[in-house]
């Protein structure tokens, strides 16, 4: 369901301020990503968004007020009911994907040694997406990309314009994530 969504809606809304929510979900996103708040505010808005059939992920690294470890991926899956989460940390994508939820991987990829310790990271944890960041550099890693077994990549950070998602997603991308409003929901393929 979660790869069929992206196929369909390939721009996800990452929500960095609470207000922005209804507009991310008039504008017909399929996923939105929560990278501020608290636990309180996503029991807030977890009504909303599940309501709209968007799949709700929380980017564990930036959530307040919840544990970042297994007992803290169990309370969310089964007091929030959150459909996935992102993180940096390889023990959180295991803890998540023994809970049966959604598990990205975020990547920063600065250099060429980043890469390779990203490919050991995915190799390890086995995510079921991969978040490269900044995703503007995605079309350049095409051909480092091209030959890795890699889960879908999802492309995120410093994408600008329609131009450059259309571009991301030509490259092999699955989906790319943005908090520009001005990108979000649309199907820029």
């Known amino acids: 369901m979660f790869i069929e969504k992206l196929k369909e809606k390939p721009v996800i809304a990452g929500v960095r301020n609470l207000k922005d929510i209804p507009l991310a979900l008039e504008r017909g996103v399929g996923v939105l990503f929560l990278l501020v708040g608290d636990i309180f505010d996503l029991i807030k808005i977890k009504k909303e ?81 991969v978040e490269i960041l900044p995703g503007i550099i995605l079309p350049s890693l095409k051909e480092d990309l091209q030959h890795l077994n890699f889960p879908p990549i999802i492309a995120g950070g410093l994408i600008k314009t329609k131009q450059e998602v259309k571009n991301i997603l030509q490259a092999g991308a699955l989906a790319i994530s943005t908090s520009k409003k001005e990108l979000g929901g649309e199907n820029c393929k």
């Open 49 to 129: 968004v599940k309501s709209s059939g968007v799949l709700l992920f929380s980017h564990m690294d930036l959530m307040k007020g919840i544990a970042r470890d297994k007992a803290g991926i169990s309370f969310l899956r089964k007091n929030i009911g959150i459909d996935g989460i992102l993180t940096t940390h390889t023990n959180l994508i295991q803890f998540a994907k023994k809970e049966g939820l959604i598990t990205i991987q975020r990547l920063f990829i600065l250099d060429s040694e980043a890469l390779k310790t990203g490919v050991r990271v995915v190799q390890t944890c086995n995510p079921d997406a």
